[in-house]
């Protein structure tokens, strides 16, 4: 009894502290959405207000009819579903008969990609820009959408996920006289749904959030990502720390959205990645 | 697991198949194989493609490029081989060395802070902690949102006069606060305590999934020894996570040689006096608004080995855990 209650006590206690580091983690946050509704003069007042004297909805209207924004929206949207679809039928196809089709030169070519996986992208910006250049895919969206279709990680990483379904269920297809390819959309994929989220959701975040890519394959702001959007956002706007919060909150709101509902798989996936990759 | 797998593979796969076993030809394959190595080759075609000309190819001419003399403007027959004179300017480089070092400060900090807090914070929420689900989504909000619209949020907190962090840090006594981004001599670790605050989520979720593998019962038995909650935590739950702690830290150590979207927003040029340069920024400085091809390509080179280095060590270690 004893034990048990000294036991309850501690766990109180450690839910206050985690609570607390958890409300730090998200500080940042609150702070961003409550200073992009407050007006210039109060961004740096003391005591803190959370929330606002004077709620200021000004910020917005300025992020939203007065800038670019909302091309940035649509340009970062492109690029992510375009990206995703391509990454997603392309990806799972060959993951698929790396982990379980036999064909000569497999080993040969998947431990090719095992090697370029080594050379982080940072490595490869020069002579990627110069050969974009010369392929004519500077300063579009192709010049993004491209090298993410084709993602040696994600290769990796599905296959990963194909090659820990039971072998004896496609064998099972394969006796009823299905072919590989009908083997693969009807049996393997469905069974292979948390390794797709992980794939989807992984992807996702990545593209959305990418910022060294079109910092360097775009510059018309007419083409901008949010991430780079953003940025020119913030040196047009100086010293407007409550419109720059405006403009942050406004980039950061879809993909938080997303995440606040469907966390669990958010977490799940990001945890896979870790643990597989 | 694994092997019994690789049995039942090998046992149902084409070459083990009873007309196999009665005419065993080597190269010449049988219906079923052919028909397999056809669809093996179609299904990885697209893929294949792609990675050759948007993967390979730039990769190999990334790593040749830091050894050749040539400016792209004047074509390719104006291309010479340079060897290593690339890489006999870069000691005397200041950013360069000003990178290589601000580089490896960033590991030195970044990585076992972030490490012993993530898994701290993960061993209590598996444990102790009531309302696990809300308290892991407020620690992992950060890792999802991108470097970019958060370095702004940061920008303005470390705001020397007037911004929160001084306001709260002067409220509590502090006579003469850091000037944050503002000094050469804190622009860089104000970038690394951002970095820790963005990532410790995603090393945490990967210690906490890794935990929940841990079975209760030795919990259970350490309690009945009269072990404490600390005692288990080093005794039990970091021992069983060895493997997982040695790869979190090289992925941690990798992600802090490839840090630069916090360089390039949360300051201009690189920090006062270039204080916060990394050397991915070297990199995009040299090829992006000096042209000096030469000089970029040597420092990604320089950059490739280590990253290279640690991913070697990465898979020794791994091949060790896994046989």
């Known amino acids: ?277 | 697991m694994k092997v019994y797998l690789s049995m039942r593979q090998r046992f149902f796969s084409g070459d083990q198949m009873a007309s196999d076993r009665v005419k065993p030809k080597k190269h010449k394959l049988s219906e079923m194989e052919r028909k397999e190595e056809i669809a093996g080759y179609l299904f990885i075609l697209p893929n294949f493609i792609g990675i050759l000309i948007f993967v390979l190819f730039p990769t190999i001419c990334s790593l040749l490029l830091g050894f050749v003399k040539w400016n792209p403007m004047q074509g390719l027959s104006n291309m010479r081989f340079a060897g290593l004179e690339n890489f006999a300017g870069l000691a005397n480089d200041a950013l360069f060395t000003t990178s290589l070092k601000n580089n490896i400060l960033f590991t030195i900090i970044y990585v076992p802070f972030s490490i012993v807090l993530a898994l701290i914070v993960a061993g209590l929420l598996n444990r102790y902690v009531f309302f696990k689900v809300p308290i892991r989504l407020m620690t992992f909000m950060p890792y999802i949102s991108s470097i970019v619209s958060v370095a702004y949020v940061w920008m303005i907190l470390y705001y020397p006069s007037g911004g929160p962090i001084n306001s709260i840090l002067m409220s509590l006594g502090v006579q003469n606060p850091p000037q944050w981004l503002a000094s050469p001599k804190t622009a860089l670790i104000s970038i690394i305590i951002m970095s820790i605050w963005h990532d410790v989520g995603y090393y945490m979720i990967i210690f906490l999934a890794a935990m929940q593998g841990i079975s209760g019962e030795l919990y259970e038995s350490a309690a009945v020894d009269g072990a404490g909650g600390i005692k288990s935590f080093l005794k039990i739950t970091v021992p069983m996570l060895g493997s997982n702690i040695m790869f979190v830290s090289i992925l941690a150590t990798i992600n802090s040689f490839k840090v630069f979207d916090q360089v390039n927003t949360m300051v201009t040029d690189a920090g006062p006096g270039r204080s916060a340069s990394v050397l991915v920024y070297a990199i995009y400085y040299y090829a992006f608004r000096k042209q000096n091809i030469g000089k970029a390509s040597a420092i990604a080179v320089v950059l490739f080995l280590i990253i290279f280095v640690i991913s070697m060590v990465q898979m020794r270690l791994k091949k060790k855990v896994t046989v």
């Not at chain 1, 940042?28 to 210039?40: A, G, Q, R, V, Y």
């Not at chain 1, 060959?94 to 998947?110: M, Q, V």
């Not at chain 1, 250049?133 to 040696?152: D, E, K, Q, S």
Request: with cysteine.
């Open chain 1, 1 to 277: 009894m004893k034990y048990k209650t000294r036991h309850l006590i501690g766990r109180i206690t450690m839910t206050a502290v985690m609570t607390a580091f958890g409300m730090l983690c998200i500080f940042p946050f609150i702070w961003m959405i409550s200073t992009s509704f407050k007006n210039e003069v109060d961004v740096m007042e003391f005591p803190i207000r959370i929330i606002p004297k004077v709620i200021n909805t000004g910020n917005y209207a300025k992020v939203w009819f007065e800038s670019n924004f909302p091309a940035y929206y649509l340009n970062s949207i492109k690029v992510t579903a375009l990206t995703l679809i391509g990454d997603v039928c392309i990806t799972t196809c060959a993951a698929y008969a790396f982990a379980r089709l036999k064909f000569r030169g497999k080993e040969i070519i998947f431990a090719s990609y095992l090697a370029t996986m080594m050379v982080p992208v940072q490595v490869m910006l020069l002579p990627k820009y110069i050969y974009f250049n010369w392929m004519g895919i500077n300063n579009t969206h192709w010049a993004l959408i491209l090298p993410g279709i084709f993602n040696c990680f994600n290769t990796f990483l599905m296959r990963g996920f194909f090659e820990s379904i039971p072998f004896e269920i496609t064998e099972a297809a394969k006796i009823d006289g299905a072919g590989q390819f009908r083997t693969f959309i009807q049996v393997v994929l469905p069974l292979a749904k948390s390794g797709l989220t992980t794939l989807v959701l992984f992807s996702f975040s990545w593209c959305w959030n990418d910022y060294i890519n079109p910092l360097i394959f775009i510059n018309s702001d007419r083409l901008f990502t949010l991430t780079i959007g953003l940025q020119r956002f913030q040196e047009s706007s100086t010293t407007h720390y409550a419109l720059i919060m405006a403009g942050a909150t406004v980039s950061l709101l879809p993909l938080i959205v997303l995440f606040l509902f469907a966390q669990r798989y958010f977490i799940e996936s990001f945890a896979n990645v870790g643990i597989k990759g």
